[in-house]
């Protein structure tokens, strides 16, 4: 039995290999802009200063994609185009002030560990059963979401940070879960029958 599918690191490896300079900065700017599109998708919300965004699925998506190394270097793209001046961050916003000043940076900061960690478990596997990937996902957004409360506690209390930059995105956060880690096991599904291995 050929098994060649299962030695890539990741799903994009496997479907895309060799992976050379050129692929893979292509693909770091294509999660950039895909996560930046993702962050368009930004929903205000009564009980916080922090929108539902579409940013968390792209984040992790990218590391469990991408795998570490590319995952992460995505996320800093991202970071730097933002910070530049490009409306890539929540609901068209952009500049260095948004990772400096504002109380939701630290959500952003936490991006790119939390594509590493995620492309991390996948290069281990865990991207093959939903389960696994489901966890992988979760780490990933733990990642996010303990990022963004510890930069909180840096304009309120403990409690406030809670309340208004976790608690309440627990739910939203447990269907991106879902739906980003059903992506990969179909994914790898779906190489293995086209690639007639059993």
């Not at 770091?28 to 965004?53: H, M, N």
């Amino acid at each position: 039995m050929n098994t060649s599918y299962a030695k890539a690191e990741t799903l994009t490896s496997a479907v895309l290999a060799p992976l050379d300079w050129v692929r893979q900065g292509a693909l770091v700017i294509a999660f950039s802009l895909l996560t930046a599109l993702a962050a368009q998708i930004a929903i205000p919300t009564p009980w916080s200063d922090v929108p539902i965004t579409g940013q968390t699925f792209a984040v992790l998506l990218t590391g469990a994609l991408l795998g570490s190394r590319l995952g992460a270097l995505a996320m800093i793209a991202y970071l730097v185009e933002g910070a530049l001046g490009l409306p890539f961050f929540a609901a068209g916003g952009s500049g260095l002030a948004r990772l400096t000043v504002s109380p939701w940076a630290g959500y952003l900061w936490a991006y790119p560990v939390a594509a590493f960690l995620t492309g991390w478990l996948a290069e281990r596997g865990w991207d093959r059963r939903y389960l696994k990937a489901a966890a992988a996902m979760a780490l990933g957004s733990i990642v996010i979401l303990l990022g963004g409360m510890i930069w909180r506690l840096w304009f309120m209390s403990l409690d406030q940070a809670l309340l208004t930059g976790v608690l309440p995105f627990l739910p939203g956060d447990a269907i991106k879960i879902a739906l980003a880690a059903a992506v990969l096991p179909s994914g790898w599904a779906l190489l293995r029958k086209t690639s007639g291995k059993k």
